[in-house]
Nanobody, 128 residues
Framework: VQLQASGGGLVQAGGSLRLSCAAS????????VAWFRQVPGKECSFVAA????????NYADSVKGRFTISRTNAQNTVYLQMNSLKPEDTAVYYC??????????????????????WGQGTQVTVPA
C-alpha cells in the first residue's frame, strides 16, 4: 500500500487547509487511517483517526473542534480538514494506515506503532 499525502502549505493563523491522503489500493475501504504530525526534535504525535467504515473517529485534544477527519472509500482517499489553524499546528503531517481492525486497534489507534503503511508527509506552516 502506498500513501500519498498532499494539501499542506503556508497559511495565516485562523485560516484553513485540507489535507488529502490518497491510497494506491482499491481495497482502501478495509484500512483504518490516522494522521500524525511531527516537528523537528520532537516525537511524532497523534492528530486524528478514522476507522475503515468512517463510523469511528477520534482526535487529539489539541485539535478537537477545529479538525475533521473523513474518508471517501470510492476515491481511496482520507481527508483532514483543518480550520482555525494556530502557529502550534505547524508540523509535517503524515497519514498512516493499517488493515488491522481487531479490538487492539480501538485501544491503540493513537500510537504510531499500530500503523503499517505511511505516507511521505506534507508540511503545514502557520506563522506566529
Amino acid at each position: 500500500v502506498q500513501l500519498q499525502a498532499s494539501g499542506g502549505g503556508l497559511v495565516q493563523a485562523g485560516g484553513s487547509l485540507r489535507l488529502s491522503c490518497a491510497a494506491s489500493v482499491r481495497t482502501f475501504g478495509r484500512y483504518n487511517v490516522a494522521w500524525f504530525r511531527q516537528v523537528p526534535g520532537k516525537e511524532c504525535s497523534f492528530v486524528a483517526a478514522i476507522n475503515w467504515s468512517g463510523g469511528f473517529t477520534n482526535y487529539a485534544d489539541s485539535v478537537k473542534g477545529r479538525f475533521t477527519i473523513s474518508r471517501t472509500n470510492a476515491q481511496n482517499t482520507v481527508y483532514l480538514q483543518m480550520n482555525s489553524l494556530k502557529p502550534e499546528d505547524t508540523a509535517v503531517y503524515y497519514c498512516a494506515a493499517t488493515d488491522n481492525s481487531g479490538s487492539v486497534y480501538y485501544k491503540r489507534y493513537n500510537r504510531p506503532a499500530v500503523y503499517d503503511y505511511w505516507g511521505q508527509g506534507t508540511q503545514v506552516t502557520v506563522p506566529a
